[in-house]
């Protein structure tokens, strides 16, 4: 992965505000990983031996692919003499990731590091660029971690729910605070990364905000729905699941992305990406998506619908539960706002200006000269 370069735009500031959003986002994130290993616990106390050890490993499935990606940037911005706490030696940074711990040591630098530069009222726009480095790389993290843990946590609680009946408050708790986890990780993230890149206009706050947030929301919800039913219709189905995993996987290796300087953490990365493709679209390489998007939301939709339909006819049974009638229209609802969100924030309220953006592709100029590692993330 090529050096960073700071590059700065006129006006963007690290502010008390987005301090305040990367602190909540701390918190959001200790909830969720703390709730699901409460409601592991709860499992195995309750002999429920395979819920728990799935709960479990999906927290452990994020937390190493994050530490892994964690150690790998801090150590490129080390050797490029970047921007990494001075004090952490390489065997403090084997050490901190090999604990698991790596996440919380960034949070903390951050807020550390930002809190400074916010009481000193140091104004020049290197400082504050150079957080929004170290904010970005942050919600990247966050965004795997939300992909690979609180996504398939919701699913695998929803289906115990609908599936075995099995109820507690905990695992509400756990639901609830994943799903904030996904809305707060899939904008701030998206947010951070656009702060972050001069060649792209901000995102603004307010109205375009919230219903990019209720696009995503709108879509990834009925999305969890859909899979647990054809979950529920037979566990076989995680192979169609794994299938979609596949073609998405495909799909980056196609493109070619070069995001990891080392090939297999490149084959990590687009294995994560066919991860979060199962559950939303978003650009891998910042060219033109229009098509690709539409497609992808077609055949979505298709398979949404599907899931009832097919429960419906090979477990008729499933018709006198008191869920199917509810989650038929929750499914149909939800589609229908997100895909009118979709349509809303990227014909009225997405940002334009003298530079094209990810959903009309990027500059050619803009993709023959990547420099930055933030040049090269995910344009969700």
């Excluded at 909830?31 to 002999?47: E, P, T």
């Excluded at 990227?346 to 023959?368: C, F, M, N, T, W």
Aim: aromatic fraction near 14%.
């Amino acid at each position: 992965m090529p050096q960073i370069t700071i590059m700065t735009s006129t006006g963007r500031r690290f502010s008390t505000f987005r301090w305040l959003c990367t602190f909540f986002g701390f918190i959001f994130y200790l909830g969720d990983i703390v709730s699901d290993l409460l409601l592991s616990v709860q499992y195995f106390r309750g002999a429920h031996i395979t819920w728990a050890a799935l709960t479990l490993v999906f927290v452990l499935v994020g937390s190493v692919c994050i530490q892994i990606f964690s150690y790998a940037w801090f150590k490129d911005d080390k050797e490029n003499d970047e921007v990494v706490d001075k004090g952490l030696s390489t065997s403090d940074l084997i050490g901190i990731h090999l604990l698991q711990i790596g996440i919380f040591t960034r949070y903390y630098h951050l807020l550390k590091k930002s809190f400074k530069t916010l009481y000193s009222g140091k104004t020049q726009e290197v400082e504050h660029s150079r957080l929004f480095a170290l904010a970005t790389d942050l919600s990247m993290l966050r965004m795997f971690e939300t992909f690979l843990e609180s996504v398939p946590q919701l699913i695998l609680q929803v289906y115990i729910i609908l599936e075995h009946n099995h109820r507690s408050n905990l695992q509400y708790i756990s639901m609830a605070v994943s799903f904030v986890n996904i809305a707060w990780a899939t904008v701030d993230y998206r947010r951070c990364l656009r702060r972050s890149l001069p060649h792209i206009n901000e995102m603004p706050c307010g109205i375009p905000t919230a219903v990019y947030l209720f696009y995503k929301i709108f879509t990834i919800t009925p999305r969890i729905l859909s899979l647990t039913l054809f979950i529920m219709l037979s566990p076989l189905s995680t192979l169609a699941m794994a299938l979609i995993w596949l073609v998405g996987t495909i799909w980056a290796i196609v493109e070619k992305t070069d995001f990891c300087m080392s090939p297999v953490l490149e084959q990590l990365y687009r294995a994560i990406v066919g991860v979060i493709l199962v559950f939303t679209f978003f650009n891998i390489k910042g060219v033109k998506t229009r098509v690709p998007m539409t497609v992808y939301y077609i055949v979505s939709v298709c398979q949404n619908l599907a899931a009832p339909i097919l429960l419906y006819l090979l477990k008729p049974e499933s018709e006198r539960t008191d869920y199917f009638v509810p989650i038929i229209f929750f499914i149909l609802i939800t589609n229908s706002l997100g895909l009118g969100f979709l349509g809303l924030y990227y014909s009225l309220l997405h940002p334009r200006g003298s530079v094209a953006d990810e959903i009309d592709g990027i500059e050619e100029l803009k993709q023959e000269t990547k420099s930055t590692r933030l040049d090269r993330f995910l344009q969700i």
